[in-house]
């Protein structure tokens, strides 16, 4: 089983920031793609951002908000999230996985944590 190590989550006014992080084993964080999800209360999970080399992709609702970025030296992905609003509030998730042409699969999943943006 691999553990992933996520911190960063809060409460923030909304317009404030937080940054997330996302610490992997050495062995998993050198050959894997990562990415970021988050699940609402009452809503479907959804993919937020993904980062495979120098390759990055956003949801449309956080692009020019959000920022995914990796640490090698650190085995830790980040995501930095500026401009934050009440409906960015969710449990983030960060995970390990694959991403082609068809797409990302999560293999690995962290315990989620969790993010409000209220006033």
């Known amino acids: 089983q691999v553990q992933l190590a996520e911190s960063g989550g809060g409460l923030v006014q909304p317009g404030g920031s937080l940054r997330l992080s996302c610490a992997a084993p050495?062995?998993?964080?050198?050959?894997?793609?990562m990415a970021w999800y988050r699940q609402a209360p009452g809503k479907q999970r959804e993919l937020v951002a993904l980062i495979r080399g120098s390759i990055t992709k956003y949801l449309d609702d956080v692009k020019g908000r959000f920022t995914i970025s990796r640490d090698n030296a650190k085995n830790t992905v980040y995501l930095q999230m500026n401009s934050l609003k009440p409906e960015d509030t969710a449990v983030y998730y960060c995970?390990?996985?694959?991403?082609?042409?068809?797409?990302?699969?999560?293999?690995?999943w962290g315990q989620g944590t969790q993010v409000t943006a209220s006033s």
């Open positions: 995970t390990v996985g694959r991403y082609s042409g068809g797409g990302y699969y999560a293999q690995y």
């Open positions: 050495a062995s998993i964080f050198s050959i894997y793609d």
